[in-house]
């Protein structure tokens, strides 16, 4: 099985000379035949975004569905993104829910950011910022750039949680260091104007790295 979903990764690599898609479908579907299920959630994710091969929404969605059912926490991610967003197939909020909270409890960082962004935003699903904050926490303690962000911006700011610069500048230089250019902004901002935090080197240093992500508030 696991044999199979190797091979089938390196016909995957675009950068060697082995690379061919269909033989390597051919082969994660002979592992995903034998139970694998990291390999019916490859397949999944390929048919749904279109990767290698062509894009077969109802395909990818069977294979998610089977990857999910076996508690594939990445699978429960992508599916629960998918029904949440509504995008490629009909909206569905509580099997959404349900799926990112299950990756979620298997710390899938990049779940509990989607989710806990939705309950803090209050669009899709009702507003809890207590749960949008603890889901943000866990994904921004995991080292996911985007959560840093938002959570270091939240703290900063002070408008849904308590105000916390220190805090919201351990989040945003984390993320800074990981080249997102919000968080090297943001912090660079707070380097430069906020009393006891101010480092002008430090904010030069940050704003540096957000120009380079082609951020024109910090070129400026």
């Known amino acids: 099985m696991w044999k199979l979903y190797r091979k089938a990764k390196e016909l995957l690599d675009k950068d060697s000379a082995e690379y061919n898609p269909s033989q390597a479908v051919k082969l994660l579907m002979e592992s995903a035949a034998l139970g694998c299920g990291v390999a019916k959630y490859r397949l999944g994710k390929m048919f749904l975004k279109g ?29 629960g993104k998918t029904l949440l967003k509504g995008e490629d197939t009909k909206q569905d909020l ?6 990112l909270r299950r990756s979620s409890e298997q710390h899938n960082k990049y779940a509990s950011y989607i989710l806990g962004k939705a309950l803090l935003d209050g669009n899709v699903l009702i507003q809890d910022i207590p749960e949008a904050t603890r889901l943000l926490t866990e994904s921004a303690d995991s080292g996911f ?20 610069i220190d805090k919201a500048l351990l989040y945003l230089e984390r993320a800074a260091e990981k080249e997102n250019a919000c968080a090297a902004y943001l912090a660079g901002k707070i380097r430069l104007t906020e009393n006891g935090h101010m480092d002008i080197q ?6 540096q790295i957000a120009a380079a992500q082609g951020n024109h508030y910090a070129h400026f």
């Open 202 to 207: 430090k904010a030069i240093k940050l704003f």
């Open 51 to 79: 990767e290698d091969v062509p894009k077969n929404v109802d395909y990818a969605l069977l294979w998610l569905e089977e990857s999910a059912d076996e508690d594939n926490p990445y699978a429960e991610y992508l599916l």
């Open 94 to 99: 509580i099997r959404a829910e349900s799926l």
């Open 145 to 164: 750039p985007s959560a840093e962000y938002l959570l270091g911006k939240l703290l900063y700011h002070g408008e849904v949680v308590g105000r916390d």
